[in-house]
T-cell receptor, first 117, second 115 residues
């Protein structure tokens, strides 16, 4: 059974550019969540999607956006990149939405390492 | 409100020695508790989770953790460290029956293993 696939694995962008990251969940998983991981702030929640609908959003500026497709694949977009956006972006999938943390857990992908120069 | 504190950003033990990584939590509702491991340039892998069943939870790779409500702790242990255990470990807490948005991660503990 394939795991959570994130593409690309590494990305280098210039300030002011925009970037799109992709996440393919485990087959059958309908919930996808995104996290930003930095040495200073640790793991911070970005968004959560279930059945193509954003269910929750973390405390990030509007430059960060996302969406989920009918096949549960998800993308996140960051516009007008800043140096502080350099981070490891992790995607996690789960079977369902509420009640999932305990009963089903979340499976994380290997992440996309974004470097903004 | 919930929070989690991992005591010690870096722990170093000798190969074959006991591993003890400390985690204390704060939660206004019955919590679910997790330990994740992260290897360099990898995502998070679930080691074990407490979901209000047995207080002693056994996970993968020989790790276990004990939920102690009176001490609000969920420390991770392994009787004998192996070189392959070198990684970063994250403790996390969430309310029961909640979603990813409510998971709070600790700041992580980097475990080094001395030969």
């Amino acid at each position: 059974k394939a795991g959570v696939t994130q593409t690309p694995r590494y990305l280098i962008k210039t300030r002011g550019q925009q970037v799109t990251l992709s996440c393919s969940p485990i087959s059958g998983h309908r919930s996808v969540s995104w996290y930003q991981q930095t040495p200073g702030q640790g793991l911070q929640f970005l968004f959560e999607y279930f059945s193509e609908t954003q269910r929750n959003k973390g405390n990030f500026p509007g430059r960060f956006s996302g969406r989920q497709f009918s096949n549960s694949r998800s993308e996140m977009n960051v516009s007008t990149l800043e140096l502080g956006d350099s981070a490891l972006y992790l995607c996690a999938s789960s079977v369902t939405f509420r009640g999932s943390t305990g009963n089903y857990g979340y499976t994380f992908g290997s992440g996309t390492r974004l470097t903004v120069v | 409100a919930q929070s989690v504190t991992q005591l010690g950003s870096h722990v170093s033990v000798s190969e074959g020695a006991l591993v003890l990584l400390r985690c204390n939590y704060s939660s206004s509702v019955p919590p679910y508790l997790f330990w994740y491991v992260q290897y360099p340039n990898q995502g998070l892998q679930l080691l074990l989770k407490y979901t209000s069943a047995a207080t002693l939870v056994k996970g993968i790779n020989g790790f276990e953790a004990e939920f102690k409500k009176s001490e609000t702790s969920f420390h991770l242990t392994k009787p004998s460290a192996h070189m392959s255990d070198a990684a970063e470990y994250f403790c996390a807490v969430s309310p029961s029956d909640s979603s990813a948005s409510k998971i709070i991660f600790g700041s992580g503990t980097r475990l080094s293993i001395r030969p």
